[in-house]
């Protein structure tokens, strides 16, 4: 066998990544601090495979296993400021109802803060000064809207706190622990930014945004004097802005011409804004409070790529920082303030450590009407970028975006000998607000353009074999697949798609009830549902499916509150109904996406052997796969 050397390049792929590495759990990840600093909390496997809620004290190896989860493992915990609870969220088979569990690091006995049958719970705020006390937001007893509710951590006592009026979709929380500021929804597909004096005062508007602009609240200073603030108004990117709520006026504290403010870093205890990023490439700090300069600049050499600062103890004198690359697994350390230094907890996949990993590559090409998209390129290890049999993974939302950095389907793909391109379309969010409302009622048109323009320039560079490209996502990159093989069945040898909407006037139909307020925003950037019932049709794939010429795959959870299970239904009826080919993957305990390891095992071993088929790519073979939910249809 020839060897690469460093004058003689290496002209063949690495081994195959087993699935189980890319796809399966990871060893340990997403570690957060005590509020006292003294012990760490993470996510990892039990000897059944499950991920649970670990502890260990900081330094030792004590580590031990608080929650019991018999089924689909907890991915989304934090603790309690009073130091001895901590709480998860779980739902039941991806129907997204989640529940707010409360597991005593003590005694291990795991509480329901939120027993109520299909009600959806939404954690809303801690605060160090009210250490028993959590706020929550449960469409009980209206499913269609969130009120607040006060839980009692100590007797789980809960109590009415804050009425929705039916239109807000977000609440603010002000130092002392009260509702102060809220996003309300509008008829015109904007947003009020709403305040209160106090929890007996009236709401007064303080800005609307448009249908065009996007704004939020970020949190109230310690004086409440001030509110924070980020906005598209008067400007093309979103800034961060702090509004003086005595006088009304704003300042702009940290602004971008084309890149939307990504992150803030507010002090836990202080409430002061500390940085800000912008997400261009790749996420750039901009430091706000000079009093942590040193630290930014004392983190950011630990390791190359992006960092985070995850948590931080309340006296502030220890962080822990995740630092993510695009070949290799999230490296989390803690670090010192007062001696500089960092020490390294673990990495959450010490197995891909080993393994010769992609890198994926900023790019930018124009679209057909001259704007310019950005996207990121994978190419294999060890061949060269030409003629590669590709894969256009587009991202779900759509109004969000692809990033940089460690990407298990894109590494997955890359060694099997595929090119990856991720595009973010007109539409995405990030590129400031004109990007964002080129996409506007651009579903299957500009924004699906946006994507075959890729699929020209990959070609144009020699990098793509024009006869064996392919497209995937899930959600939106699942409607997008569905919008590729019916509107251009030309350009793509083989679609997956995953829980992606086949029908736009169902889709709408059948959005989950606390989806209501959005109503208006989905009628301005997608359709009006009740006056363009024609608009949304023709933009639906499921009335071209006799378009279609090459294989589809599609996979759905029964569950998915989201993108319901007859989307995927329906299509694979009518394909059926016209003698085109589909294959569909049906898991009856998953939502909006696939939680469980075994399901993800299974559905990317039967995408593999899809995507080889059609595009002569490497795959490991299926194998024997237990203890998936899968009901092929």
């Known amino acids: 066998m020839v060897t690469a050397t460093a004058s003689q390049p290496q002209t063949q792929l690495p081994p195959l990544i087993p699935r189980e590495i890319l796809f399966g759990n990871p060893e340990r990840a997403r570690p957060q601090l005590s509020p006292d600093g003294k012990l760490l909390a993470y996510i990892a496997p039990d000897e059944n495979n ?30 309690t400021f009073d130091g001895e609870q901590l709480i998860y969220l779980q739902d039941a088979d991806g129907d997204e109802n989640w529940h707010c569990y409360a597991v005593n690091i003590n005694t291990n006995i795991i509480r329901d803060l939120t027993p109520f049958q299909g009600v959806q719970a939404q954690p809303l705020a801690l605060d160090h000064n009210f250490p028993h006390e959590f706020l929550v937001g449960l ?28 239109n807000i979709v977000s609440w603010t929380v002000d130092p002392q622990f009260q509702v102060k500021a809220a996003i309300a929804a509008t008829a015109d597909g904007g947003y009020d930014l709403l305040y209160r004096k106090s929890p007996q005062s009236d709401w007064e508007n303080l800005r609307h945004w448009s249908a065009e602009d996007e704004g939020y609240a970020v949190s109230f200073s310690a004086d409440n004097k001030t509110l924070y603030i980020v906005g598209s108004h008067d400007a093309n990117a979103q800034r961060l802005l702090a509004l003086d709520l005595a006088t009304r006026q704003e300042t702009v504290i940290a602004e971008d011409p084309a890149y939307d403010v990504d992150g803030v870093i507010v002090h836990p205890t202080s409430y002061v804004l500390q940085a800000v990023s912008f ?31 995850t948590s931080r103890d309340l006296a502030d004198k220890t962080w822990l920082v995740a630092y993510t690359t695009d070949d290799g697994p999230v490296y989390y350390y803690t670090y010192d303030r007062a001696t500089k230094t960092s020490t390294l907890l673990f990495s959450n996949q010490p197995k891909l450590e080993e393994l010769q990993l992609a890198t994926m590559q900023p790019v930018s090409y124009p679209a057909r009407d001259g704007l310019t998209i950005h996207g990121y390129l994978t190419t294999p290890v060890g061949i060269a970028a030409k003629n590669l049999p590709t894969i256009l993974l587009v991202h779900g939302g759509p109004w969000t975006r692809d990033t940089w950095g460690y990407d298990p389907e894109v590494q997955w793909l890359a060694n099997r000998g595929y ?11 990030g590129y400031g607000k004109a990007f964002l409302n080129a996409g506007n009622r651009e579903w299957g048109a500009k924004m699906h353009d946006d994507l075959i323009d890729a ?27 569905l919008a590729g093989l019916t509107f251009t069945p030309e350009v793509f040898a083989a679609g997956v798609d995953i829980v992606g909407p086949s029908n736009l006037i169902t889709l709408m139909q059948s959005i989950p009830p606390y989806w209501e307020p959005m109503k208006a925003m989905f009628a301005h950037r997608l359709g009006n549902l009740e ?47 016209a003698n085109r080919p589909v294959e569909y993957l049906l898991y009856t305990d998953e ?11 299974h559905f990317y071993a039967k995408a593999e052997e899809f995507l080889a088929k059609y595009l002569g790519g490497r795959f490991e073979p299926v194998g024997e796969l237990s203890g998936h939910s899968n009901v092929e249809k």
């Open 455 to 481: 699929v020209n320039w990959l070609v144009e560079q020699g990098i793509s074999e024009p006869q064996k490209v392919a497209i995937m996502g899930g959600s939106y990159g699942g409607y997008a697949t």
């Open 531 to 577: 006056t363009e019932p024609e608009f949304l049709k023709s933009r639906s794939p499921l009335f071209y499916c006799d378009r279609i010429q090459k294989p589809l795959l599609i996979g759905q959870g029964a569950n998915d509150p989201r993108v319901k299970q007859a989307e995927s239904e329906q299509i694979v009826a009518a394909m059926r109904q």
């Open 50 to 79: 499950i991920l649970q809620v670990w502890m260990r004290t900081v330094g030792q190896q004590d580590d031990r296993q608080l929650t019991q989860d018999k089924k689909r493992g907890i991915r989304m915990y934090f603790w």
């Open 419 to 429: 090119g990856v391109l991720q595009v973010n379309f007109r539409g995405s969010t």
């Open 279 to 309: 997400y261009r490439d790749k996420q750039e700090w901009r430091i706000l409070d000079r009093s942590i300069a040193d630290d930014l600049e004392a983190i950011s050499q630990v390791r190359p790529g992006e960092y985070n600062i």
């Open 591 to 601: 939502g909006h996406g696939f939680a469980r390891p075994e399901n993800r095992l």
């Open 139 to 166: 469409n009980l007893p209206d499913l269609s809207k969130h009120d607040v509710y006060r839980i009692n951590l100590k007797n789980g006592a809960v109590e009415f706190d804050t009425e929705n009026p039916g």
